[in-house]
Structure formats: C-alpha cells, structure tokens
C-alpha cells in the first residue's frame, strides 16, 4: 500500500506539478488512511477495500473529534487516490464513489472596508526606499489579489507597466494575466525607477520586491513588514495577506464585477470557491440596510 501512495504522490509532483504543500497535506492523510486500515480494518492491499471500510474510517474520524472541513478534505484525497489506482490499474472498481461529503459551516472570510485598506495603503513612509517599496507593494496586492507567495515570486519580466497588468504564476504553475490600477502603476513606477536601484545596490537579480540588503523578498520579511504596517495604521482588526486578497475579491463584486472574471483574477480553480465572496457582500449590505434604513 505504501508503494502505491509513493507512485501517486509522485503522479501529484511530476504530472499535477502540486505545490509541496499540497502533496504533504496528500500525503500526511492518505498515510493516516493506510495505518487505520491496516491496523484497525486488517486490510492490507487496496483491492479488498469496500464502502463500508471508508465510511468507518469517516466515523472513526469524528469520533476523534476531527471538524467536518478536516473530514471533507480526508475523503477528497482519498477519492482522488483511489481514482489514480483506477487509472493506473491497481483496482478495478472505486469504494470511494457515492459517499457524500459531510455538511460544513460556512466560515464567511474576514474583510478590511474600503475605508481601512485606504488606510493601510496610505501608511508608508514615502520618503524612504523602504517606504516607497511598501507602498507599491501592497498596492499591487491590493490591486491584484495574488496570495504571498506569488507576490514574493514576482521577476521584473513579470511586470508590463505600460499594457498596465502583470503575469503571475499561482498555484501548479497555472499562470493568469490580472490588470493593475491607474494608482498600482504609478507606485510601481516609482519604485523601480527611484527607490529599487537604490536598494539593490551590487545585488543583481531579477526579483521584483526586494529587502533592505537588495535580496529578494521573503515571506517572513513581508509578514514583519505587513505586522508593523498594521500597527501604524492603527487599523483593529487583524490584518493578513489573505484578508487583503479576500478584501479585493469582495470589493470588487460589491461593484458590479462579474464573478467568473473575479475568479480568473483569483486563480480559482472552482468557481464555488470565489462564490464565498457573494455571501459576503449580501452580509454587508443587510449590515448597511440595518444601520441606515430609517425603518430597519
């Protein structure tokens, strides 16, 4: 059973090009999966797996006191798993077909108002090149919605400042083209041309953000910046790259964006996960009603 969790682990590396967090989370359940059956059920190959076997396995799950989202995940690797044993012949039918996912609450992301990113946006100092590299790198997160990584990943090459977008490459290596502001431009005009030079100094590489010694940017550097961006705003609510993500998602659908563009942006692969983003706009505009409607 091992042997088959190696060939698909390396399936999801070399033919899905997973990110390594990915394949680990794979990994780290299916191996979980493999231990119950081979302790607890007494299987020890793949072709003697029944329904019944994953449904106990589910339980034995919440019995543990596993949350419904970290069950859900748990069977999805494991229907994707027995579907590469079917592909690749190790099985002739799939026990994993059928078994419903179980119910989950639906946790409504966190969002700073337009008000707050404002706020943040306008909280660097840009007198400095540190400041003016803060500045026009969250505008463009703001501007683009990319998650930390993608952003920390960015080369020179990536940034069209005249056509006014950028190519990203998110997850998978999938790579989308998302267009960039009046305002984002300009920030990042800036930057390069004044306030990069002077940092990078004798550091040559093609890194778009870079750090006060001229070296590419970490996430762990970005997250210290962001940390004490927050604080200087004085904004009170806690502040993460994803709330900014999702910020710029709902921002964009509370002004007439259509979501299937708002999920190319994103990088999506399912457009029920951009979907989120519409129940929060109905949230706040029943908040907005309910605080301003003489008759709410």
């Not at 969790?5 to 990994?27: C, D, G, H, P």
């Not at 059956?37 to 589910?58: A, C, G, P, W, Y």
């Not at 660097?124 to 990584?149: C, H, I, W």
Request: aromatic share 8%.
């Amino acid at each position: 059973m091992k042997e088959e969790l190696k060939e698909f682990i390396t399936y999801l590396v070399v033919e899905k090009a997973l990110a390594q967090n990915s394949t680990r989370a794979y990994e780290r359940d299916l191996s979980a999966y493999i231990v119950y059956l081979n302790t607890v059920e007494q299987i020890f190959t793949f072709r003697d797996v029944k329904k019944s076997d994953i449904l106990h396995f589910l339980h034995h799950l919440n019995e543990r006191g596993r949350a419904n989202s970290t069950i859900a995940r748990m069977l999805s690797s494991i229907r994707s798993f027995h579907q590469f044993l079917i592909r690749e012949a190790f099985i002739s039918n799939d026990p994993s077909v059928n078994i419903e996912m179980p119910k989950q609450n639906v946790t409504l992301p966190k969002i700073l108002s337009t008000l707050e990113v404002e706020s943040l946006l306008e909280t660097p100092d840009q007198s400095t090149p540190l400041g003016n590299r803060n500045k026009a790198m969250f505008e463009l997160l703001y501007a683009t919605g990319v998650r930390v990584s993608e952003l920390c990943g960015l080369r020179l090459e990536d940034v069209h400042l005249n056509m006014g977008f950028i190519r990203c490459l998110g997850k998978g290596n999938k790579e989308r083209i998302i267009p960039l502001g009046k305002i984002a431009v300009e920030a990042l005009h800036y930057y390069l041309q004044e306030s990069r030079p002077h940092l990078t100094k004798r550091e040559y590489h093609q890194s778009l953000f870079v750090n006060h010694h001229g070296r590419p940017l970490s996430r762990q550097g970005f997250w210290k910046v962001l940390k004490q961006l927050a604080i200087d705003s004085k904004i009170e609510k806690e502040v993460t790259p994803h709330i900014l993500r999702h910020s710029f998602a709902t921002h964009l659908l509370e002004n007439g964006a259509d979501l299937r563009a708002v999920q190319e942006m994103l990088g999506h692969a399912d457009i029920s996960t951009t979907q989120i983003y519409t129940h929060v706009t109905k949230v706040r505009m029943r908040e907005v009603y309910t605080q301003y409607h003489p008759r709410a």
